[in-house]
């Protein structure tokens, strides 16, 4: 079992900046792979960036291409999301999730064993 905390997200401008982070615990951080969705209002979930092990290999949605940045710290089991730029459209709530079968991850969320509680980002315009 794989139990994932995420921060508190918050209620930024457009063109503000935030992060989120993922803390986890109950298996050993450095075999996961790491990912972010998120939804929003009246839509699906959808991917926002994958983090393989030790961080070598990073994926991320045409839509947050160039400004959100994920990264990964083995040694405080965390994962994070850096956004910069933020849109109106980035307004969703954001879930953090683990997968342990792979050492890339993938962009599908039923891949996902392990999910955060979920945060809230909002983006005012």
């Known amino acids: 079992q794989v139990h994932l905390v995420e921060s508190a997200g918050g209620l930024v401008q457009a063109g503000g900046s935030l992060r989120l982070s993922c803390t986890a615990s109950?298996?050993?951080?450095?075999?996961?792979?790491m990912a972010w969705f998120r939804r929003a209002p009246g839509e699906q979930r959808e991917f926002v960036a994958v983090?393989?092990?030790?961080?070598?290999?990073?994926y991320y949605s045409d839509s947050v291409k160039g400004r959100f940045t994920i990264s990964r710290d083995d040694v405080q089991n965390t994962v994070y999301l850096q956004m910069n730029s933020l849109k109106f459209e980035d307004t969703a709530v954001y879930y953090c999730?683990?997968?342990?079968?792979?050492?890339?991850?993938?962009?599908?969320?039923?891949?996902?064993?392990?999910w955060g509680q979920g945060t809230q980002v909002t983006v005012s315009s």
């Open positions: 999730a683990a997968d342990g079968d792979s050492q890339y991850g993938t962009r599908r969320s039923v891949d996902y064993d392990y």
């Open positions: 109950g298996r050993t951080f450095s075999r996961l792979a």
């Open positions: 983090i393989g092990w030790r961080g070598v290999t990073t």
